[in-house]
Every structure is written in C-alpha cells, then in structure tokens.
C-alpha cells in the first residue's frame, strides 16, 4: 500500500485517493464484492486475482482461462463470480470451493464484460463477435441474444432495478434495450426454455424477449463504455473520441444532455458516483478526472507518470473505488471520511453536514450547537477546542496547501437544535491552528512559521521555530512540532525545543487524561512517550493504524484496519485475568488471553471482532483543557 502524492485541484469537493495496491501484470476488468473487503482482478495475463484491498494481501488466484480475461463480477448474494476471456469463455466460478463449476460457450470472439442480474439467475456478456448475449446460470444455456451492432460491443450492463440493458460498441452508439419479454417469459407458469425457440430471442409468434428501445449517438468515434445512474433515468458513457457524454431517456426517447471534455487521450471507463453528483472517468492519457455532474466542470485529476488507466469500478455500499492500469490496480475513497472532532470530559464535539454538533456520552444527546460559515470548498479537517472560553479553531485543509485556512467561532451559549444560531466566525490562512493557553493560539502558516494570536485573531507574536510540517497540542504553553523524521517538544513562552523523538510522518497526537503520556500515531507505527517525550515503547503494525485513546486506567487502545488492540503502560508486573468478549458474526463467546508486557518489549492482543471502526465516539481521545483531539 502506498499513498498518492496530492492531486490538482480544480475547484468544487475535495477529493482524496488514500490507498494503492499493486498487481503485477495490466488489469482488465475488477469487481467489488458487496459485503466483504475483497475485490476481483481480471489480468491480461490470464490470472484472476482475489485481494483483500484492507489488508493489502492477495488472498488466491483463479487460472484456467487461455489469454486475457477482460469480464469480470462477483455475484450479490451466492459465492460465485463470472469471468470472460478472449478464450471465448464464460466461466463461473465458486470462490468458497476455489474452483470453476462450468463453462458456457457460444461467443464466437473475444468477450469483453460479463455481469449477473441483481434478481435473476442471469449473466449479460458482451463480445467482439458484436453480439450480446443473456445466460439463465441456473440452467447453463443461452437465452437470449441481442443483435444490432456492427462492431465490437465492448460493454453491457443490466440497469440496476429496470428491465433495461445498456450496451456501448466501436460502432459510434450507445444502445438501451429492453428485456422486459425475458422477463415476463421467466416469470410465467408454463414458460419453458425448448429449443423450438433458439437462441435468437425470437419465440413462433415473432415476440422479442429483448428490442431496441433507444439508440444513442453523438460519439465521433468508438464508445469505450456505457452505464447507467443507479437512481436516475441518465447514461453515461466514454468513447475514443475523448469525451465524456451524458445521456437522458424517458419512456418514448433518450437525447444527450451534456459533454465533459477534457481528456486528450481515448477514455475508456466512466461511471456515475452511487450517492453524489459525480462522474469518474479514466483514459489513457494515464489520468483519472472526477466530474461535476451539474456543472459538467472538472473537479480532480491524478495522473500516472507511466501508465495508462483501462477501467474502474465503484463499491455498491461504500465510499471506495478501483482503477486498473498498465500495471496493476490501485483502491481510492472520495472525500475523508473522518469528521473533525475534539473531547471535553463527556462531551464530544464534531463537524457534520455543516453545523458543529454536540454528543453528550452520558445521556447520548446529539444537537446541533452552531451552524458553520459557508464558502468553502473543502470539508473541516482538524479541530481545537476551548473550554475556558467555549471557543473553537476549525481548520480546513485544501489540497493546494497555501490555500488552507481555519475559523475561529465563539459557541453560542443556549441555541435551539432545531435551529441553530449562524456565528460569524473569524477566517484566516493556515495549515493548522491549536489553543496554547486560555487566551491564546498558535498558527502553523502557509511558511511554516509559527504565530501566536489573541481571541481577535491579531498576532501577538511570532516564534522561529525548527524545520516544521504540522503543529499538535501538548499542554498549555507548549506544542508538538512535526517534521519529516521525528516530533519535538516546543516550550512556545522559552521559544526554545525541550526534547525530540524519532518517529516518521505522525499523523495523530492521542494525551492521556492527566496529560502523562503521549501516544505518538504514524501510518504504520505507535510511539508511546512521558509528558518529557521520552519513549517508553515501540509498536510496528502491518497494516494502516487508524486511531487511539486512552482507557481512565492509563491503558492505550487503538485501531488498525480490521482489528481493535491494546497496550499496557505499566510494565511487567502482573498477568491480567482472561477476558471474555464476543466473538465475530455471532460464533459465541471467544476467549482471548492478555499478553505479558516489558517496559521496553511490548505485545499487543487482539480486542474483539475484527472490525475496523472510525466513528468519532470510537476514535476520540479524553484529554484536559484545552483538548485538540487530533
């Protein structure tokens, strides 16, 4: 797994890539499974590949196809996938058994997309022999073959909840058609598939199962891909002409609505966003471009330096998308997900939807407080909060990092939830601020130098600091000053550095309660210190660290991708009791057994299911006044 360099911001959300994971060979086609964290990889080399994308690891390898394998699905509910090859193949595979269960043949050239029905026991296939074909799974024959093409058909999807089949093709056209005659025909009593009627689709009578409903053109070249808006009666589709088209239909007509342009090179994916108004496009200008459906405007590009993108796929539940490439494939989400936050003794603070909200762990009251300045065009990125004052430091934090800024808002003292008051807060650039003492906080700016302000937000002074990419909380008067190899404690009224520690790019600063140790948080490490920075323990994880807090009785818990765990402060000194906790998917009650801790040795257990939680209630951290739970 590796990070992305920031991407060229457009204007409109933000938009961040987070993970990568590489194959070695150029992805085909890959598919999302809807419940578990794996997705499918269909190579050029003939290999399918099984990932788990949470944890970075390859979980098996499908090999029986002869050449590239350019479909791919996982079915919704049973364990199957289906593959297609330029063997001519279709295969449906049963991953629980890790095998092939049969083969159905028929395609008389390279197939280029299979998908199942989200109801039926059907497969679409789409092939170079400029057919589409319907499969019944269940009874292994074809049922249904749609022609009209007069090129390769590069693409078929089934719509997501109609009775309609949308089709791209090197022909210049984008065809819908309507399938509702298979439909009915399965659904009747004394519907039987005999072979008086073939595979043409065609019954005695001369009913279709499948005609033609709209054709669409306005490509100038060859449509790489089609697929229809999971809500709304809108197409879109990518062609080799460059260009990004969005097409409208109703029952009578279908008409092009709009064309994004922007691409240089043949675009050969584009899907809609499941739950924003948004379209992704990848091209072989080595580009991925996210759209603004209702601007028809570019939001974000990331670029390849050496590879050219081929496909994409969306994650029906959740915020996660994959891009293949030349090389391999790579997982990315959209937007962060993580909302701003801070903890106070049993109230937590957060960002949502635009107002700071309130929830008060012991009653489980959550109400709007303050309704938050509009304009920006980037969500609140870290929060800093002041008890002595019930003021806030909110900063956002854009993708361009000079642009970055932060507001500074007093919390109205009584405000109705239901209406909540709009105060006007205080803006300014920076790329962090945090409360230093009960009247003054520290800015990190655009130079990287720190300034000191007043509840006015007027600079009381300015303070040299050393070589510095962030700033965190570490007591009043005194702040954690991050660069790329370690993190130094900064006396703010001396001016001066009290200690450092060498840790790698720490991206959260967790205080225990008393504010007497420190848990240090990096991609893939923890760092626990004394309130003199001096380091008690090391721990190394395999996987993405995503958060921490301490327990009242000083122990450190944290997450990883898929794990909760723990660490003791105390040293070896005694041995805990068994405890007893819950198992994962109901298997009853697991059993798990406290390891054995050393001052300088640690080992951490595994704590409940292996589930990965980010939830603010889950992630914050208590800590003393003023707390900036990062």
């Given at each position: 797994m590796q990070c992305?360099?920031?991407?060229?911001?457009?204007?409109?959300?933000?938009?961040?890539?987070?993970?990568?994971?590489?194959?070695?060979?150029?992805?085909?086609?890959?598919?999302?499974?809807?419940?578990?964290?794996?997705?499918?990889?269909?190579?050029?080399?003939?290999?399918?590949q099984l990932w788990d994308y949470r944890m970075c690891t390859l979980i098996d390898k499908f090999d029986e196809h002869d050449g590239p394998v350019r479909g791919i699905d996982f079915h919704k509910q049973q364990p199957l996938f289906v593959s297609g090859g330029d063997d001519?193949?279709?295969k449906v595979w049963n991953y629980k058994l890790r095998r092939c269960l049969f083969t159905l043949l028929g395609h008389l050239d390279y197939i280029r997309t299979t998908f199942f029905h989200h109801e039926y026991p059907w497969i679409l296939s789409a092939s170079d022999d400029q057919t589409i074909r319907i499969w019944n799974w269940q009874s292994r024959t074809c049922v249904c073959v749609l022609t009209g093409h007069n090129h390769y058909v590069m693409c078929a999807q089934f719509h997501p909840s109609e009775d309609l089949v949308v089709s791209a093709s090197l022909d210049q056209t984008v065809r819908v058609w309507d399938i509702s005659g298979l439909r009915k025909k399965n659904l009747s009593p004394s519907a039987v598939e005999t072979e008086v009627r073939g595979i043409s689709g065609v019954d005695l009578f001369g009913a279709s199962d499948a005609v033609v409903k709209h054709v669409l053109e306005g490509h100038d070249r060859g449509v790489n891909w089609a697929a229809f808006h999971p809500?709304?009666?809108?197409?879109?589709?990518?062609?080799?002409?460059?260009?990004?088209?969005?097409?409208?239909?109703?029952e009578s007509k279908a008409w092009e609505l709009d064309t994004c342009r922007g691409h240089y090179n043949n675009v050969s994916c584009a899907v809609f966003h499941p739950r924003q108004e948004l379209i992704l496009s990848n091209s072989e200008d080595k580009s991925i471009r996210v759209w603004d459906m209702s601007k028809r405007?570019?939001?974000?590009?990331?670029?390849?330096?050496?590879?050219?993108?081929?496909?994409?796929?969306?994650?029906?539940?959740?915020?996660?998308?994959?891009a293949g490439h030349d090389s391999g494939m790579l997982v990315f989400k959209l937007e962060r997900e993580r909302p701003a936050y801070a903890v106070y003794g049993n109230m937590l603070y957060y960002v949502k939807d635009r107002f700071l909200r309130q929830l008060d762990f012991s009653s489980s009251k959550d109400t709007a407080v303050m309704q938050l300045r509009s304009g920006s065009k980037f969500p609140v990125f870290s929060m800093s909060y002041n008890p002595a004052e019930n003021a806030v430091l909110l900063c956002t934090r854009a993708t361009n990092l000079e642009n970055s800024t932060y507001d500074l808002y007093s919390i109205p003292k009584e405000s109705d939830s239901q209406n909540p008051d709009a105060p006007e807060g205080k803006r300014s650039s920076g790329l962090t601020s945090v409360w230093v003492a009960r009247n003054r906080f520290a800015v990190l700016d655009r130079m990287h130098?720190?300034?000191?302000?007043?509840?006015?937000?007027?600079?009381?002074?300015?303070?040299?600091?050393?070589?510095?990419e962030e700033i965190f909380y570490a007591g009043t008067g005194s702040l954690l000053l991050r660069d790329a190899d370690g993190v130094t404690l900064f006396d703010v009224q001396q001016k001066r550095s009290l200690a450092t520690v060498k840790i790698a790019k720490v991206k959260y600063v967790v205080w225990s309660a008393d504010t007497s140790h420190v848990a240090l948080l990096a991609k893939h490490a923890i760092m626990i210190c004394n309130r003199k920075l001096e380091s008690l323990c090391s721990i190394h994880e395999n996987i993405r660290v995503k958060s921490g807090a301490w327990d009242e009785s000083g122990v450190f818990i944290y997450t990883t991708s898929n794990h909760i765990k723990y660490a003791l402060t105390s040293g070896w000194r005694w041995r805990p009791p068994r405890l007893w906790m819950r198992g994962a998917a109901g298997s009853g009650w697991a059993r798990r057994r406290c390891c054995r801790v050393?001052?300088?040795?640690?080992?951490?257990?595994?704590?409940?299911p292996k589930t990965s939680t980010s939830s603010p209630s889950s992630t914050s951290s208590p800590a003393t006044w003023p707390s900036s739970a990062r």
């Open positions: 992305l360099r920031p991407l060229r911001h457009l204007g409109g959300p933000v938009v961040q890539f987070l993970k990568v994971k590489y194959t070695a060979f150029k992805t085909a086609r890959l598919s999302f499974h809807p419940k578990r964290p794996w997705i499918l990889a269909s190579l050029h080399n003939g290999v399918i001519y193949k279709i809500s709304m009666p809108l197409i879109v589709s990518g062609a080799d002409d460059r260009q990004v088209k969005i097409w409208r239909m109703n405007t570019g939001v974000q590009t990331f670029r390849r330096d050496h590879d050219r993108f081929w496909v994409l796929g969306a994650h029906p539940n959740l915020n996660l998308f994959a130098s720190l300034l000191i302000k007043n509840l006015k937000n007027e600079i009381v002074k300015k303070v040299q600091v050393p070589s510095c050393t001052t300088r040795s640690w080992r951490c257990a595994t704590r409940g």
